[in-house]
């Protein structure tokens, strides 16, 4: 069954690549500030009906504003699901103008010390923690250090999964599947990038989980950013881009929660009216000619600027 989540790497921290966040967020980012708006949205979700947040330890403060605002509205383990990923550190400084915002290690001294960290904040309220952004090139799956303590890690009852980026998210797919150690898998597949969707097919067949993110590519496939087709498709349906977008993303078989990255209480509302639009025939028809080639979107996506 498709459902709607919630990320939180737009929200968490000052800069981000999404297109338009300027206009969203202002010039007041402190932390302040950015807390009460990720207070805001958290509670929109909820009430929305919003169960799974998804977070990660280099989403700058990300995981503490969610600890707090679960502590503060008296919300129980179970009530919802928190998932985190460790590997990537936030390093940014929280300046807008920081040379480099995220520094990768998927060591296992990593993942031990950022586990205790992400514990020590979430506490009881983690049902998931991912490896962040892997990759075949990384050899983080080949690792067995870092396999047995995922193992020891899913033996206390806290699901493993792993995210995905880049071109070969495919091939990093497969070789997640082949370890029969991962409960979910979180990849990126939106109207631009289709190429992890037969990967993903076969992870839902052999029982994992599906996450998608990334479903309005940062940004290119909102009303700031949709190319032509899909501003004609959405207008057409009366809905925005983004909604119908991520309705495209609800309708595969394979997906099980489809994140939001909504940045304010507006995007997250026209996000979450995805789930009314029926995804047809003709929309498949009509958008897919969106499709790029792997490589190309990704050397796009890398170009998008932080701001």
Do not use: C
């Amino acid at each position: 069954m498709q459902e709607m989540g919630l990320g939180l790497a737009a929200l968490g921290r000052p800069a981000y690549i999404t297109l338009g966040r300027d206009e969203d967020l202002g010039g007041d980012r402190d932390v302040a500030a950015m807390r009460a708006r990720t207070w805001e949205v958290l509670d929109a979700a909820r009430a929305a009906g919003v169960r799974y947040y998804d977070t990660a330890r280099s989403y700058g403060l990300a995981e503490e504003f969610l600890a707090g605002w679960l502590a503060d509205r008296g919300i129980r383990p179970g009530e919802v699901e928190a998932g985190s990923k460790w590997g990537y550190e936030y390093v940014g400084g929280w300046r807008m103008d920081a040379g480099r915002h995220e520094e990768k290690d998927l060591s296992a001294a990593r993942l031990r010390r950022q586990l205790g960290e992400t514990r020590e904040l979430l506490g009881e309220h983690l049902s998931l923690y991912q490896i962040h952004s892997a990759t075949v090139e990384s050899g983080v799956l080949d690792d067995e250090e870092v396999l047995g303590e995922l193992r020891a890690l899913r033996a206390e009852g806290v699901a493993v999964g792993l995210s995905t980026t880049g071109p070969r998210q495919a091939a990093t797919i497969d070789e997640a599947i082949a370890t029969g150690l991962f409960d979910t898998v979180q990849s990126t597949w939106n109207l631009l990038e289709r190429s992890a969707g037969e990967a993903l097919a076969r992870a839902h067949a052999a029982g994992l989980g599906v996450i998608v993110k990334e479903g309005v590519a940062n940004g290119r496939l909102t009303a700031r950013g949709a190319p032509p087709a899909l501003v004609r498709a959405a207008r057409e349906r009366g809905v925005t881009p983004d909604a119908l977008a991520l309705a495209a993303v609800l309708a595969r078989p394979w997906a099980g929660i489809v994140l939001s990255g909504a940045a304010t209480t507006a995007q997250l509302a026209e996000n979450l009216a995805a789930t009314a639009v029926t995804w047809d025939d003709a929309a498949e028809e009509a958008l897919a000619e969106l499709a790029e080639d792997a490589e190309t979107y990704w050397a796009r996506r890398a170009a998008l600027p932080w701001s």
